[in-house]
């Protein structure tokens, strides 16, 4: 196929393109646990080394399937005393960053998805706001750069970096820890916003190519 057909069909085709691309992503980080619990290990660490190389994959900001909880939080994240931690469900508080990284789970915890609870919320609002431009048959207009920044950059800087800063300097920044539902919150907020930004500009700028 020559160029100018692949051109042609990504012109026509692009935002199903880019549906397909960030759902079989995330659907790939689910595959991951799916193979663990049915024994093919092999192929589900394979996964789990893969998507390390885009996403921390700490265990207490990941989604778990197959275990007692959909997710295990620090006690710092002060939920539901209901909700296990993720140090009551291990038992191990000498975890360094790359032990934790490399922990998928167990039998009992069941094993995390291989993209943490915010990179999931980003990928999944991406295809959703994809799906509702098409619907909408191109005729969303573009979200302001400001209000970009402003509900979609703000709120996951505030939420992520916030958790960096306790950590770089405790003694200037209170200890924080989010929750799966901000994270998830945030998360959706910068994906489907981005989206809302980036698809409108990149449909209006294929259409002047096609003039």
């Excluded at 026509?12 to 759902?23: K, P, V």
């Excluded at 394979?46 to 885009?54: A, E, N, T, V």
């Excluded at 916030?162 to 998360?187: D, H, K």
Aim: with cysteine; hydrophobic share 55%; glycine share 6%.
């Amino acid at each position: 196929m020559g160029t100018d057909k692949l051109s042609l069909l990504f012109k026509r085709f692009y935002i199903l393109i880019f549906a397909f691309a960030f759902s079989l992503y995330t659907g790939l980080a689910f595959l991951a646990p799916v193979l663990m619990h049915y024994d093919l290990i092999l192929p589900g660490k394979l996964i789990y080394k893969f998507f390390g190389f885009f996403c921390h994959q700490l265990p207490y900001r990941s989604f778990f399937l197959f275990g007692e909880q959909a997710f295990y939080p620090l006690a710092s994240a002060n939920m539901d005393r209901s909700i296990i931690t993720f140090e009551e469900a291990t038992q191990n508080a000498k975890m360094d960053f790359f032990d934790l990284k490399s922990f998928v789970g167990n039998p009992q915890m069941g094993y995390k998805v291989a993209l943490c609870q915010r990179d999931i919320a980003i990928y999944l609002a991406i295809v959703l706001f994809c799906f509702i431009f098409l619907i909408s048959n191109y005729h969303i207009p573009r979200l302001h750069w400001i209000l970009w920044i402003i509900i979609g950059l703000v709120p996951i800087g505030l939420d992520g970096f916030s958790q960096l800063f306790a950590a770089i300097n405790p003694a200037v920044f209170p200890a924080r820890e989010s929750t799966p539902i901000l994270r998830v919150i945030t998360g959706a907020m910068f994906g489907f916003n981005t989206a809302w930004f980036l698809f409108p500009y990149l449909d209006k700028k294929l259409k002047e190519d096609e003039a």
